[in-house]
């Protein structure tokens, strides 16, 4: 071997860059940053149009509003990373919630039992999502369209369309609509919750070797399998983890809105997979982080909160979520074509 | 290679078993159509079935859920044939009009509808071309005439009753207002004149009154000042209730007087209220079971309460006699539909408003 | 098979070493290390070989060619566990061995490198080094959290990849998007050669490549060789043969047509045998 070959790689990464080209590298390696910037962007407009949207008690609602669709968001983070899609996000979530809610009503269950069959019910419904996607072969986008409509009809089927108020309902469901204040800044058990399934499953994507396979499943499917990484079985595992955390999100949308209700987040899908792709995940699987999404849903949340503190029109608010969507997905091909 | 060969026949079984289901189900379908073209009118012999179509906007807000309900309850007696139908959702003006085409197909003889919006006219005019009675339920369709006759709540009067009503429970107070809409995105009739018809009964200037948020943000209404904080989309349920009433309270929170589109919303703004230490007037329409209950405890000061099972049984008899021969309906007086009432519900009465008590609400409520 | 069904003991090859450098002939004495006798695999009518015998010593390169249809691949994947022989024996250092799947392979320490490569764009270097094999921190942080060695793979996986010979890869948390293809296939031989292998099989791996990284790839196969390590090398490119390999077996009609050198026939008789226009004649044994 000739001693004297340059090292390729060090001549490559030191060769003069302009500031646009650092920016796309900077970005490349960490996708989260541009959705931070954003959001930070934000919050300084939001405040300047309207000083109230700074305030703690602000804040606070801008969390606890932003929760729950943020939850969703990180199973939908990771069928996504498989370079899959979940649209039978709000089915699991409405179908969980009413399972839980008609089984512990009027004392007719423990709250925990009650809690544990709603959220198995929901590991169940992810799970028969993945079998289909990796036993029977079908795409993601198919099998998710079509649990969506079954799992909404046994919904209904099962709650008989109404809905069922906190009054009916044990403590432990309604709890995570409880939580206590901090200096104006109130923090409910659901977001600290949220919180601590975010640091888990962050964990778990980049300190194990499964989230590893998460990844290459997604970036290069066959490779994997020839590489000798378990593919399918960590695909059904993915949509199992998802359908597990879909029903803890139920649990923390009884406690939010006060009741178990057919009609909640009927924009759970959209939202879900906006928050995802606005935080820096790529569409076509193996790249983003999942703080990622956590901002993306920030940002989806500050839009709306900040867009109304200013007093904009209705159709405008939709105008600037449209753009805010079409600017993220574009920002995120332009940093994919780092040479 | 093994797993190719695995998928292809599952595929296969999937694919067969899709079409073992196709065939039943058409299977099932040719049997309706069979027991509905025997049932044809000739005599009033009230033994012989007679087809009718119930198509609600959908059938997972509690109100068509009772509608329908109430509706195949009452089908046996008058020897009815009843099919249930819906959209999806609100706004799904595609799934009505299928299902006002299939009634068509089925040889139903009258469809009661809880319109959508004009979307679905021309669809319910083939209807009325192929000899079917539409009777619109609940929303009258704009025109009125595209239906033979409304079966209806007056919406715009039960807006104006809890109008009037908050105006007269505020005693000059200013009047520090937010209106929890149905939709920003659609334009539904049921969410202005709601809206509209509250703050008529404030007596406050409505400008375009088939128009949410055009109204002037602040003036007179009839007993003082008033102020407007926010009109925000609830999408007619509890967690969108609490969200938007969080909104509106982060710009202004002083309001006073909260008009909301239905009571699960406004369940979900007391929600928000009370989390910020809060109170305020809620005020609310639909008289469902659950919204009496509301009312009782305090939650919501006061409820239109209107009659879907009503709306439905009246409209399902009038079908089932049209067909064995006997008289259409006609209008209540001034009105261009058949008014199936509201009443005021609430245990806090107003000068000049009338109401019933809860527990009188509570008898005749709907849902459950 | 003896007549009593018993398997034999593995009876070496005949083997010259007339036309092998006389620096590399020590390694002929030792026992092979993979070998395969009388491996013959059919499918209803099509016969993929037909009776093949073949030898591996650590140590040296030995290169497959064959035109297409002759059974190169067959007979690799044999070797490799992809395939069942419908009769014959494998021997892995004089063993006898059944490899049901290539994972059973992989165990045995018979690394492949696919023509299409198996890595990950999205990962680093040392991720893919790793990938499937990974380490976790030692103590609880590894066996309850199940926390990966982050820094000690990527420690070894430098290690390995200088062990190849290999200078112009430093950076091991560069992600392997950003190599180029000479690059990628250091990184996927190198995954190979890490975990105590005692054989490498390269498919085609200049296929994709010019010239200047063809050379450093083959220089990174000879170095594994030199590092101990039985090489199969299956290629068309006949320079490239002709410059790496040390033996060179010829595939021909589902069997083998001989075992030749880069010394013993140049490149247009090697062709020659492939195709079948010419003989070989074997040299008696010495």
Redesign the interface.
Known sequence: ?S?S??????Q??GRSQSPVQRIQELLHKYPWVSPLVILLLSFVVFTIL?P??ATA??MG?LI??TA?VAALAIGQTLIILTAGIDLSVGAITILSMMVMATLAMDGGMPGPLALVIGVGLATLAGMLNGLLVT???LPPFIVTLGTLSVFTAIA?LYS????I?Q?HLPDFINIL?KGFSIGGF?LTYGVLLVIVMYAVVG?VLS????G??V??V???P???R????PSKRVLLQVYTVAGFIYGIAAWA?IG????A??????QANLDSITAVVIGGTSLFG??GRLIGTLIGALIVQSF??GL??A?VN??W??FATGVLVIVAVSVDQWIRKVK | MQ?VR??VA??RI?AAAGAVLLTASLAACGDDAGSGASGTSGGGDSSEEVGVALITKD????F??AMQQGAKADAAKNNVKLTVASGK?EGDDQGQIEAIEQAIARGDKGILITPMSDGVNAAIKNARDAGLYVIALDTPPDPADTVDITFATDNRLAGQLIGKWAAAQLKGEKATIALLDLF??KIVSVDYNRDQGFLEGMGIDVADGKKN?DEAATGKYSGGDYEII????S??????G??AM??CL??NSDINVVYTINE?AA??A??ALQ??GKKALIVSIDGGC?GV?SVK?GVIGATAQQYPLKMATLGMEAIAKIARGGEKPATSDGLDFFNTGVALVTDTPADGVESITADEGAKICW?? | MDPEGEVMALSKMPLSVDHIPSDKRHIYDAEPVLSGRDLRIQWGHVVGLDGVNIDLYKGEVLAVIGDNGAGKSTLIKCLTGAYQPTSGEIYLDGQPVDFKRP?DA?EAGIETV?Q????????DIA?NLY????E?RPGPMGSV????DKKGMAKRAGESVKGL???????MN?AVE???GG?RQAVAVARAAAFGSKVVVLDEPTAALGVKESG?VL?MIK?LRDNGLGVILISHNMPHVWEAADRIHIQRLGGSAGVITPQSHDMGEGVAIMTGAKKLVQDAPA
């Open positions: 071997m001693t070959s340059t090292d390729a790689a060090t490559f990464s309207n109230r949207f008690g602000s609602l606890q509003q729950i036993r029977v072969n209904l008989g369309g109404s809905s108020q009054s609509g109130r964990f300190q194990t070797a499964w590893r396979y990844y290459a997604g970036d290069d066959e490779s994997a020839l590489s000798g990484v949308l939010r809105s006060g009741a209700t057919p009609n909640a987040m009927p193996g790249r709306a909160f109304s503190l007093g209705q159709q608010r939709f | 797993i695995s998928s599952a595929r999937v059938s997972t807000n509690p068509f859920v959702q920003n995105d948020g926010c009109n925000e989309p999408n007619g349920a509890e967690d969108g609490r969200t969080e909104k982060a710009k699960p369940v979900g007391n929600a989390a910020e659950a209950a405890d849902g459950n | 994972q992989r696919y299409q490569l198996a890595v990950i764009p999205a990962l991720s990938l499937a094999r990974e976790r959290l199940r926390m990966l010979g290999i200078q112009t890869i430093q950076n560069l950003n190599l180029s690059q450093m220089n170095q």
